[in-house]
């Protein structure tokens, strides 16, 4: 009777311990659906946390480029205005003269000339100058 006794002990230990280990599934389930549902959540939070930094920065570069391109083009605008300057002083009429001469020469040798110059100035050129 002993063996038998020792077999109706084991299934009723092995018994308990399977009710323990379905009765703790039961109340751990819950708890850890609970959990990785938070942990799900501050994945996602963090995410945008990051997703909102990338922004901030791309946003940053963007105006720090746009900044850089200001101060670019002021410059190149100061550096052609004291070109134009500079030009505007050593231009006499003698060279637009010139200048007006070679460009129409230019044109007139040009298969794709359809150009009319209408002599008005000085020696059939015509004239290059402000008109006030």
């Known amino acids: ?25 039961f109340v751990v389930i819950p708890h850890y659906r609970v959990w990785m549902q938070g942990k799900r959540g501050e994945a996602a939070l ?20 746009a900044v850089f391109l200001r101060k670019a ?9 004291e070109a134009m300057e500079i030009i505007q002083k050593q231009l006499d009429d003698n060279y637009l003269m010139y200048r007006s001469i070679m460009a129409q020469k230019k044109m007139a040798d040009s298969p794709n000339h359809t150009t ?17």
Request: aromatic share 2%.
């Open 73 to 81: 083009e002021v410059e190149r605008a100061m550096g052609v205005a």
């Open 1 to 25: 009777m002993e063996k038998q006794t020792k077999k109706v002990m084991l299934i009723v230990l092995l018994s308990l311990i399977g009710l323990g280990i379905i009765v703790s599934l």
């Open 46 to 65: 963090a995410e945008a946390e990051y997703d909102r930094r990338v922004a901030i920065r791309e946003a940053e570069a963007e105006h720090e480029a």
């Open 116 to 132: 009319v110059y209408i002599p008005s100035g000085n020696m059939g050129i015509p004239l290059i100058r402000n008109v006030e």
